[in-house]
């Protein structure tokens, strides 16, 4: 990913998909570093798509960081912009997680159902980030019992990701739970 920055350094997206695999991994810090870098760049490009990615990866790493009122003042942004500049299955996903972290699951459920609506979704980006939401969306349910549906989403998740070559890491860990309910 970071490699694709350089091929159009002006696509905030790649950006933000840098940030958040660093998120994943664990460097926080080279999250920070990415989101100086998309904020340094949004000065110069000036455009409300490039601060809808910088205010999705201000809030990711706010909540990471366990800063949860900073996260929620990132996503409060997106109500300044037009829909036409932000993307609404990842505000959906960016809006899930923050509530979730907060403590509500029923509305984080329904943020990832909303996430989930394919008429939220912004080209193949989104078909794509709907897998790993059906997976966050059905631990959450498999967190407060609701086992039919997270028992669903589970096999939803595996039924496009199951077979993956090479195997998606997530798969194992889904079918041991879905054989546990």
Known sequence: MARAVPIDPYWARTYFDLGELQIGGGDLEGARQTLEELSRINQDAVTVAGRFWESLLRAEIERTAGHLDLAQEAINQFDAMAQEYRWAHFE?????RLVAASGDVEGAMSAYQAALDPRSWEGWPAVASSTTTLLELARLQDE??????????????????????????????????LAEL
């Open 144 to 177: 407060v019992g609701d086992t039919e549906n997270a028992r669903r989403h589970y096999q939803e998740y595996l039924d496009r990701w199951g077979d993956a070559d090479p195997p998606v890491v997530a798969a194992d860990e889904v079918r041991a739970r």
């Open 92 to 96: 959906h996903i960016g809006r899930a």
